[in-house]
């Protein structure tokens, strides 16, 4: 099982970033993709997910109105558009799977599978 996320970088306030999550290895219909992120000195922050097989989708409080969570099922891909950044939108961001017949989707605990995360970085 791999997860590869990419799309980090460094993006000016106001900005956008699109981040990616490439998954290999899982059947995504059976899964919850997530999203998370972790600033230096905080633990590690629920931003949203996406039931995979029906396409629901929830987010936390730091996405709601800014972030949206979108899926290629063909490309095996999850995204995150985060549109109008903030600096304190800056931390490592990782996508994760957790399988469907789980529980805990709002937190780190709910997945089995990480990827290595993407840095973003906010300026103001």
């Known amino acids: 099982v791999q997860l590869q996320a990419s799309g980090g970088g460094l993006a000016q306030a106001g900005g956008s970033l699109r981040l990616s999550c490439v998954v290999r290895g899982l059947t995504l219909t059976s899964y919850v993709m997530g999203w998370f992120r972790q600033a230096p000195g905080k633990e590690r922050e629920f931003v949203g997910f996406i039931r995979w097989s029906e396409g629901g989708i929830w987010y936390g409080d730091p996405a709601k109105g800014r972030f949206t969570i979108a899926r290629d099922n063909a490309k095996n891909t999850v995204y995150l558009q985060m549109n109008n950044l903030k600096p304190e939108d800056t931390a490592v961001y990782f996508c994760?799977?957790?399988?469907?017949?789980?529980?805990?989707?709002?937190?780190?605990?709910?997945?089995?599978?990480w990827g290595q995360g993407t840095q973003v970085t906010v300026s103001s």
């Open positions: 994760a799977a957790g399988a469907s017949s789980r529980v805990g989707y709002f937190q780190a605990r709910g997945y089995d599978f």
